[in-house]
């Protein structure tokens, strides 16, 4: 019965978060024969808690630090000193990360366990006898889509993976083609779209619906220059007419804000509940009391952690945004510390602090209540915007698109007229990105997608390889499955 108090113990706290009920409600007297270890595949309670704790390892990582500082410290946007995890940031910063890097080993075995969750419940699935057809087929493209997200993630850090579709297949297993790779993504996501719910009928807010599954196929054709399938794809998302922008850039990540229409594919969070987003602990600067701006206009700290651990924004990167682009006003860069002492962080290099997700009042240490999303709209509009360009060079649609961003962070229209080349707006693009998502994890990989993460990090005095573009895989595997082939230059 071990392993089923631990799949219950990770229920609750998965179940907490997306709302679909307390620990209480998921063990009362009628649902305890149900998660008894012979009935727990075979019951809709059982099912969902194994599809729970598939959410519960994917939301971890992205509702975690983790994500960030992988995607973003391996950038020009931020860095970080002090602490207990200095020790990896100084890897991800330096670029001297190797097979032994215990971050990578941490985060595979949680993406592998995700996607061994969802084939448990696609194995299993058949016998399960108080459910409608209707809601074994949701549950079946749900169970498919974790899978493919999980996938998805380990393809952004390490390339393509062996693809494991049961728990039947063999351990040893090699790594598919990136042609078998490619297939199996897309073939998935397109095979579960129209059997997911439709946006708001999903049972509970924070479960994947069909333009959730859209959304992630659009970034993947993105993410792999097939730009007119993921112009098409951004588009579809656009017609159903159901995602928007939200008014406000900076109103954007408050709280009160939270569950609005921008949001497409997002892990939510409780204060206080670990899978949590903690991004506050590490962005105060020591001593921090009162803000000053930066969103923080006024707040008292008396209950959040402030740990060793300082992540600090470059100032190339706070001095690229625009005079009046509200987006920047989420950047602390002055306080009130706990001697009574006014401190500007602009008098120190390096130093200002990222407060896209604000801190939470009901917070009692390092676990804020933000939600944390993984694609929005205006990661859609700017998909389309980049694919089109890409097709066609510059043309008014994408400079149409790219000005709704704008608008919305309270700066002027650019004009295609300003473009001369498809390069020209190629960079404009990638700058507006970097404006509009820091803090959401998605540097890296546009500047991959764009040939200048290497050219990037090499004019920050960094010796790279052709090899940096993916991470090793830990050796832990590679002593684990025979077959698994190591990235080249490891």
């Given at each position: 019965m071990k392993s089923i108090k631990n799949i219950i113990v990770i229920a609750c706290s998965i179940f907490g978060i997306l709302a679909i009920g307390s620990c209480e409600d998921i063990l009362e007297e009628e649902n305890k024969s149900q998660l008894a270890a012979e009935n727990l595949l075979t019951s809709k309670i059982g099912i969902e808690t194994v599809i729970a704790g598939s959410y519960s390892k994917i939301n971890h990582v992205l509702g975690s630090r983790d994500v960030v500082k992988r995607e973003e410290m391996t950038s020009d946007i931020m860095w970080q000193t002090g602490g207990g995890e200095n020790g990896t940031a100084v890897s991800l910063i330096g670029f001297f990360w190797d097979s032994n890097n215990w971050l990578e080993a941490f985060d595979w075995g949680r993406y592998w366990n995700a996607i061994r969750d969802a084939n448990t419940v696609l194995d299993n699935i058949d016998g399960l006898a108080d459910v409608s057809e209707q809601e074994k087929v949701e549950l079946i493209a749900?169970?498919?889509?974790?899978?493919?997200?999980?996938?998805?993630?380990?393809?952004n850090q390490y390339g393509a993976m062996p693809i494991r579709t049961s728990l039947t297949d063999p351990a040893q297993k090699a790594r598919a083609t990136d042609d078998e790779f490619s297939t199996f993504m897309e073939t998935e996501l397109l095979s579960i779209i129209t059997d997911l719910p439709n946006p708001g009928e999903e049972p509970n807010y924070g479960r994947v619906h069909s333009d959730g599954a859209r959304a992630l196929l659009c970034k993947?054709?993105?993410?792999?220059?097939?730009?007119?399938?993921?112009?098409?794809?951004?588009?579809?998302?656009?017609?159903?007419?159901?995602?928007?922008?939200?008014?406000?850039?900076?109103?954007?990540?408050?709280?009160?804000?939270?569950?609005?229409?921008?949001?497409?594919?997002?892990?939510?969070?409780?204060?206080?509940?670990?899978?949590?987003?903690?991004?506050?602990?590490?962005?105060?600067?020591?001593?921090?009391?009162?803000?000053l701006d930066g969103g923080l206009n006024g707040v008292v700290n008396e209950t959040w952690s402030n740990f060793a651990s300082q992540y600090r924004f470059y100032d190339e990167f706070y001095n690229s945004f625009e005079i009046g682009d509200t987006r920047r006003n989420r950047i602390l860069t002055r306080y009130i510390n706990s001697n009574s002492e006014e401190i500007n962080l602009l008098d120190t290099p390096d130093n200002t602090r990222g407060m896209k997700f604000e801190p939470d009042p009901d917070t009692q240490g390092s676990s804020h209540g933000n939600d944390f999303p993984s694609i929005r709209y205006a990661d859609i509009l700017l998909s389309k915007s980049e694919s089109l360009n890409e097709l066609n060079g510059p043309n008014q649609e994408s400079v149409d698109l790219v000005n709704l961003i704008r608008n919305r962070a309270e700066l002027a229209d650019v004009l295609l007229g300003d473009f001369p080349d498809k390069e020209s707006f190629r960079v404009h693009i990638l700058d507006e990105r970097r404006w509009e998502f820091w803090y959401e994890g998605k540097r890296r990989r546009d500047l991959l997608r764009m040939d200048k993460y290497l050219e990037s990090a090499s004019s920050r005095g960094i010796n790279v390889e052709e090899k940096h573009k993916l991470f090793p895989i830990p050796q832990v595997e590679i002593d684990a499955n025979q077959l698994m082939v190591q990235n080249p230059g490891y």
């Amino acid at each position: 019965m071990k392993s089923i108090k631990n799949i219950i113990v990770i229920a609750c706290s998965i179940f907490g978060i997306l709302a679909i009920g307390s620990c209480e409600d998921i063990l009362e007297e009628e649902n305890k024969s149900q998660l008894a270890a012979e009935n727990l595949l075979t019951s809709k309670i059982g099912i969902e808690t194994v599809i729970a704790g598939s959410y519960s390892k994917i939301n971890h990582v992205l509702g975690s630090r983790d994500v960030v500082k992988r995607e973003e410290m391996t950038s020009d946007i931020m860095w970080q000193t002090g602490g207990g995890e200095n020790g990896t940031a100084v890897s991800l910063i330096g670029f001297f990360w190797d097979s032994n890097n215990w971050l990578e080993a941490f985060d595979w075995g949680r993406y592998w366990n995700a996607i061994r969750d969802a084939n448990t419940v696609l194995d299993n699935i058949d016998g399960l006898a108080d459910v409608s057809e209707q809601e074994k087929v949701e549950l079946i493209a749900e169970a498919r889509f974790l899978r493919i997200w999980a996938y998805y993630i380990l393809w952004n850090q390490y390339g393509a993976m062996p693809i494991r579709t049961s728990l039947t297949d063999p351990a040893q297993k090699a790594r598919a083609t990136d042609d078998e790779f490619s297939t199996f993504m897309e073939t998935e996501l397109l095979s579960i779209i129209t059997d997911l719910p439709n946006p708001g009928e999903e049972p509970n807010y924070g479960r994947v619906h069909s333009d959730g599954a859209r959304a992630l196929l659009c970034k993947w054709y993105l993410n792999n220059k097939d730009w007119k399938k993921s112009a098409d794809m951004a588009q579809e998302i656009i017609d159903r007419n159901y995602f928007e922008l939200f008014p406000s850039a900076f109103e954007l990540f408050s709280l009160e804000n939270e569950r609005n229409n921008e949001f497409i594919l997002v892990h939510t969070g409780l204060a206080n509940e670990s899978n949590s987003v903690t991004f506050v602990a590490t962005a105060l600067p020591p001593g921090f009391s009162i803000g000053l701006d930066g969103g923080l206009n006024g707040v008292v700290n008396e209950t959040w952690s402030n740990f060793a651990s300082q992540y600090r924004f470059y100032d190339e990167f706070y001095n690229s945004f625009e005079i009046g682009d509200t987006r920047r006003n989420r950047i602390l860069t002055r306080y009130i510390n706990s001697n009574s002492e006014e401190i500007n962080l602009l008098d120190t290099p390096d130093n200002t602090r990222g407060m896209k997700f604000e801190p939470d009042p009901d917070t009692q240490g390092s676990s804020h209540g933000n939600d944390f999303p993984s694609i929005r709209y205006a990661d859609i509009l700017l998909s389309k915007s980049e694919s089109l360009n890409e097709l066609n060079g510059p043309n008014q649609e994408s400079v149409d698109l790219v000005n709704l961003i704008r608008n919305r962070a309270e700066l002027a229209d650019v004009l295609l007229g300003d473009f001369p080349d498809k390069e020209s707006f190629r960079v404009h693009i990638l700058d507006e990105r970097r404006w509009e998502f820091w803090y959401e994890g998605k540097r890296r990989r546009d500047l991959l997608r764009m040939d200048k993460y290497l050219e990037s990090a090499s004019s920050r005095g960094i010796n790279v390889e052709e090899k940096h573009k993916l991470f090793p895989i830990p050796q832990v595997e590679i002593d684990a499955n025979q077959l698994m082939v190591q990235n080249p230059g490891y």
